[in-house]
């Protein structure tokens, strides 16, 4: 029987702008307060703000452990109970580059990580650039951000089409955040999963919407995840509702059955 590991999800959006550190700050966090160890890797590479939002600091990168200075464990700094993070360094933009050994360390690392999290989530750049497109075809499940404007709509559709066409059976969950109103984020939400249906034939979860509020920017100037600073906020009960639905649909499909992600990464490389 095949050893129970964590489960890699890559949070992504079609452009910048639409909150995508925030929530994965968040919803890292509360998944978190439900139990279960998860490390969030910040993977927006020469943009990388999650140690900022959290008001944490390493001087140490997962480049550092790739380099060979110390172990896996050494560049994970934790955040609050059952959380913590690595940040991703700049390094990891030239992936396609790397030399065997920094490849051998890599799939060394991350095996070690899946075993000892029940969740790895990579905060990824915006856009479907070639920085980091590894690790999103590797991952078990894609969440997309997009907000209630045509514009953001397109990105994100436009991100899935070109994630799809690589790897068809990727699954998806969509979010519309920073919506004015139910009904905003509903229509962004069900016009994508009617174009991924008509013109991909792909289906995707829905996880719904976050509505706009204020006291979202003030955690940002506080450093600390919203879900924490304001609980009763409207955006924090939103998230916290969406997180519980999350895990229990993952309890559902027996999320701890092996995932493939460093099996996926594996193959990348060697086809390099």
């Known amino acids: 029987m095949n050893e129970p590991t964590g489960k890699a999800i890559a949070v992504v959006s079609g452009k910048g702008g639409v909150g995508k550190s925030n929530f994965s700050i968040n919803f890292a966090s509360e998944i978190a307060a439900k139990g279960n160890k998860v490390l969030l890797m910040d993977m927006d590479i020469g943009m990388g ?4 939002l959290l008001g944490k600091s390493s001087a140490s990168t997962i480049i550092h452990y790739l380099e060979g200075k110390g172990s896996i464990q050494d560049v994970v700094v934790q955040v609050e109970d059952n959380l913590s993070y690595i940040s991703g360094g700049s390094g990891l933009s030239k992936m396609v580059e790397w030399k065997d050994l920094e490849i051998e360390r890599l799939m060394k690392g991350f095996t070690e990580l899946q075993k000892s999290y029940d969740y790895l989530i990579f905060d990824m750049g915006a856009g479907a650039s070639e920085n980091g497109l590894e690790l999103i075809m590797a991952a078990d499940e894609v969440i997309v951000i997009t907000t209630g404007e045509p514009t953001s709509i397109m990105d994100a559709y436009s991100m899935m089409k070109f994630i799809h066409m690589k790897d068809p059976d990727k699954a998806f969950a969509l979010l519309c955040n920073r919506v ?8 962004a939400l069900k016009r994508l999963e009617a174009a991924m249906n008509k013109f991909l034939n792909k289906s995707v979860r829905l996880l719904g919407s976050i509505p706009e509020d204020p006291s ?27 997180t519980a639905a999350y895990i229990a649909e993952q309890d559902r499909e027996i999320h701890h059955s092996k995932s493939r992600f460093t099996d996926r990464l594996s193959a990348f490389f060697r086809k390099k």
Do not use: D
């Open 49 to 52: 703000n999650i140690h900022i």
């Open 180 to 187: 004015m109103n139910p009904e905003e984020g509903k229509t």
């Open 216 to 242: 979202v920017r003030r955690s940002v100037n506080n450093q600390t995840p919203f879900t924490k600073l304001y609980p009763e906020s409207p955006a924090s009960k939103t998230l916290k509702n969406m």
